[in-house]
Nanobody, 122 residues
Framework: QVQLVESGGGLVQAGGSLRLSCAAS????????MGWFRQAPGKEREFVAS?????????DYAQSVKGRFTISRDNAKNTVYLQMNSLKPEDTAVYYC??????????????WGQGTQVTVSS
């Protein structure tokens, strides 16, 4: 069983930056494709970014965050990061880390963290 624990959320002003972390246990994170999703109040959960398993480094980003957010992983630490720059009020949401076996896709994630709140003030 894979467990995921997010950290790094908080309150930031528009234009600021935050880095989210997701620590994985129960399985080497290097064997997992990792993703970040978010859910704003009253909205459905949406894909944010993902990174392929192993050391290949292939990534995928939602259009709304492309160029502002960067996903990365440190397999030695079993940790995935989401660096968020140039934050906007519309980025306010609960951010969830997720993991799946296999392909770099935006669906089919079997494991989820508890979420961390990100609030961007205008």
């Amino acid at each position: 069983q894979v467990q995921l624990v997010e950290s790094g959320g908080g309150l930031v002003q528009a234009g600021g930056s935050l880095r989210l972390s997701c620590a994985a246990s129960g399985s080497p994170s290097s064997s997992l494709t990792m993703g970040w999703f978010r859910q704003a109040p009253g909205k459905e959960r949406e894909f944010v970014a993902s990174i392929i398993s192993g050391g290949g480094g292939s990534t995928d980003y939602a259009q709304s965050v492309k160029g502002r957010f960067t996903i990365s992983r440190d397999n030695a630490k079993n940790t995935v990061y989401l660096q968020m720059n140039s934050l906007k009020p519309e980025d306010t949401a609960v951010y969830y880390c997720a993991a799946r076996w296999g392909a770099l896709v935006r669906y089919g994630y079997a494991y989820w963290g508890q979420g961390t709140q990100v609030t961007v003030s205008s």
